[in-house]
């Protein structure tokens, strides 16, 4: 089931903004976590987020902003949903903290 009365907060404005254009750049075991919560959210909901799009062309924004919407609009009627909708806010976070690192090192940090 899905809830159609979606208003993000600002949090999660920010969240995607924050997010790079393109791509992440993810190290292979958070690439394999991300992809693996992709893959286990789309199989158990019958949903295809990104037809056709390979794993590394999908853009920063658009993944952390798929993510964000799934997590506030899918409502889970199974264990399998509730298995993989208990993974989005992990993955939300960790594709924040990457984001947080490329603004600060764009920004001359360290």
């Not at 949090?11 to 992709?38: H, K, N, Q």
């Not at 909901?45 to 056709?52: E, I, S």
């Not at 609009?73 to 949903?81: K, R």
């Not at 989005?88 to 984001?99: H, N």
Request: hydrophobic share 35%; charged share 30%; proline share 6%.
């Amino acid at each position: 089931m899905v809830k159609t009365d979606y208003i993000p907060e600002l949090s999660e404005v920010r969240m995607e903004r924050r997010a790079p254009e393109g791509p992440y750049t993810l190290d292979a075991e958070d690439r394999a976590y991300i992809e693996g919560c992709l893959k286990q959210v789309e199989a158990a909901f019958g949903t295809d987020g990104f037809p056709g799009m390979r794993f590394e062309a999908i853009p920063g924004r658009a993944l952390i902003r798929r993510f964000i919407v799934w997590w506030r609009t899918l409502e889970p009627e199974s264990e399998a949903q509730s298995e993989a909708h208990a993974q989005l806010p992990g993955a939300i976070r960790l594709l924040d903290t990457v984001s947080s690192y490329l603004e600060e090192k764009a920004r001359g940090g360290r």
